[in-house]
């Protein structure tokens, strides 16, 4: 499964979908509160100016009721009127006598119009006309009047300089505070989601647990209402689960109690029969010894069985002990009267002891052995040797060897080579033993492969690598 | 052959097994005195010497382990249990419960005529011999007769307790191994089940330990085996 990027963990998605509401949210805020500043800001300073240029229209147009003949006077009444206009605001009045002439005060010129205006003004009369624009980066306002006859136009430009330092002073302000809303909300939003995740480790571990075999795992989550549903369902979960199981294997031990009546029954017959063969025909002294050797057969597929139902179930508990694994081998190989089967000791190897299930791992062994016997011709070796903490031991035949794409397979149920034959495992009974063999050496914490003869020879080499399991503590003596 | 007249008890629920298994064991060559119930198989135990029972632990009515435990009230009689895995906690409780070994079921008639021989053996090989009278602490063993003092008392073992006190005693302060107390006391070969020594050994010190929990005679000897503390 594909983990992703780290932001498609719940907790940063939850951070940031915070972060961003928290900053859309204030964003707007800022943003509404900014223009309606603004607005409130520029009329302010408009209808300030606009009762003081509303005198300063009436004073322009009472001069230019009476205005002298001489063009030099005209001038001087010019002068003089634009002296004497009151613009306490700081604003600089421009007269235009007509539309190509233009007086101003402070400087002015008709230069500082913005270009619309003077064309705006022809087509009113006696109306104010206010405009805002920006000349050389200074926010201005200008207020304009066209007084009528002769195309006499009087302007006052209002320098909006501090009501802009105001409003940039404000649009800082507010950006910051954005930032700061999109952070906390961020903040908040992690933590919130920290919290609300904060119980996911612990069901993740429980539900590793459960995984790894313990149902008695619970999880407790009473100071929360919901949490409490959510551990509730779970526990719920785990019991039946827990029912399941239990229901199976009670099923497997059933199954077993059942096959095992008849075959003891069959198993005693037999035995009777057999003891008695002499005084049977030829034919049915045949008849008894494939009955004997199948019968044989049978139980041991049945006991195979059972036994991995149960390693499936986990209903198998080992029974470690701690022996020297030289001795062991020798007795797995005199036990079952192995004939052409060596055990090879390495040097020292006397002193190499394990801890295990014995009867397993005989098991396991034996296997193994039969399998070497039954594929590979003539002589078995055993040997083994200890790799640091592990042990590996090796079971080695003549035969044809395994091919790569097998390897895995063949410890699989039924997974034989040449498995083509159909029903040959079961008729033989052996296509459960290195399906077992695998999972004792596994519950064993161990592995087991198969490769090639690594002394160049033709054959397969079994190898089950174990843990020596030295510090694992044995139960001596139950419950004293 | 020496199993002549020699008197088996089975306990067991199904008919068919019941009498293929005695069938068998005739065959061997034992007498075989059948019982289909746990409360059969007192009655006939108080009614009949019996030298050998075999109980399936899996029985209607009064279960295996009951039978073993009331058998044991007042008998040292052998007894074999019969269970039906090698792995469960049966084992031990029937070992618990008073039983000297056991099987597990299916198995070979032949296998359960070993292991009769084997404790018969260990029962019958308590006739005048070689060996002597060993004391040790206010432990009194005499092998010859079958006796355990304690401090002038003689303590009531199971033949198989006995043996393997006498085991344990024959070198005193020596570690025997399981595999070794398996093969001598039971007969069995290397894969014997080492529980089998365990729960006997426990046994063994609630009987002759003043304190089973600190034991002063039967020792462990950690992951060696057990020795007999002179």
Known sequence: ?480 | MHCVGTKILTVEDDERIRLAVTLALEEEGWEVVEAETGERALDTFNATPTDVVLIDIMLPGIDGFEVCRSIRRNSDVPIIMVTARADTHDVVAGLEAGADDYLTKPFAPKELSARIRAMLRRTRANEPGDLERIKVGELEISPDEGLVLKDGEELHLTKTEFKLLVELASQPGKVFSREVLLERVWGYDYFGDGRLVDVHVRRLRTKVEADPASPRYVVTSRGLGYKLQP
């Open chain 1, 1 to 480: 499964m594909e983990r992703g990027g780290w932001w498609r963990s719940l907790l940063a998605r939850v951070t940031i979908a915070y972060a961003v509401g928290s900053l859309l949210l204030t964003t707007t805020v800022a943003f509404a509160t900014f223009e309606l500043t603004q607005s409130r800001l520029l009329s302010d300073a408009q209808s300030q100016h606009l009762e003081q240029f509303k005198n300063n229209v009436t004073d322009v147009r009472l001069r230019f009721q009476a205005l002298p003949e001489d063009p030099e006077d005209i001038e001087l009444v010019y002068g003089d009127l634009l002296a004497q206009l009151s613009t306490p605001n700081g604003s600089q009045p421009l007269l235009s006598p007509s539309p190509e002439q233009f007086r101003g005060r402070g400087g002015v010129s008709e230069d500082d119009l913005p270009t619309n205006i003077r064309a705006r003004i022809q087509l009113t009369d006696l109306e104010v006309l206010q405009q805002r624009y920006t000349r050389n980066g200074e926010p201005r306002y200008v207020l304009a009047v066209n007084l009528g006859d002769q195309g006499v136009a009087y302007y006052e430009f209002v320098s909006l300089a501090d009501v802009d330092a105001t409003l940039q002073s404000l649009r800082l302000i507010l950006v910051g505070v954005a930032v700061g809303a999109g952070l906390l909300g961020a903040l908040l939003g992690w933590y919130a989601a920290r919290s609300a995740l904060a119980p996911l480790p612990r069901i993740s571990n429980a539900a590793l647990a459960i995984a790894e075999g313990d149902l008695d795992t619970k999880i407790e989550f009473q100071a929360d209402r919901d949490l409490a549903t959510l551990s509730e369902a779970f526990n719920y979960m785990v019991e039946a689960v827990r029912e399941r199981i239990e229901r199976e294997q009670r099923f497997t031990s059933d199954v077993s109690h059942e096959l095992r009546s008849p075959l003891m029954t069959l198993t005693a017959s037999v035995e009777v029969l057999e003891r008695r063969s002499e005084s049977l025909p030829d034919v049915a002294q045949q008849a008894v010894e494939l009955l004997s050797q199948d019968l044989e057969r049978f139980q041991r597929l049945v006991e195979d069985l059972l036994e991995i139902s149960r390693l499936e179930a986990g209903a198998v508990q080992l029974q470690l002990s701690r022996f020297r694994l030289a001795e062991f081998l020798d007795n797995v190989v005199r036990g079952e009267r192995h004939q052409n089967v060596v055990v090879h000791h390495p040097p020292r190897g006397d002193t190499i002891s394990i801890t295990a299930d014995k009867r397993r791992l005989a098991q396991v062994m034996t296997n193994l052995i039969q399998n070497a016997k039954k594929y590979g011709d003539g002589d078995v070796e055993v040997s083994f040797e200890a790799v640091g903490e592990d042990i590996h031991i090796a079971v080695e035949d003549s035969g044809p060897g395994v091919p790569f794409e097998q390897r895995e397979r063949i410890f699989e149920r039924f997974g034989r080579i040449g498995s083509s034959a159909g029903n040959r495992a079961i008729e033989t009974g052996f296509g459960l033993g290195l399906s077992l063999v695998a999972e004792h050496v596994r519950i064993h914490g161990g592995t087991v492969r198969v490769t090639d003869r690594i002394d160049g020879q033709h054959g397969a080499r079994f190898v089950v690598q174990l843990p020596l399991g030295e510090h694992v503590d044995v139960v001596e003596e139950m419950a004293e």
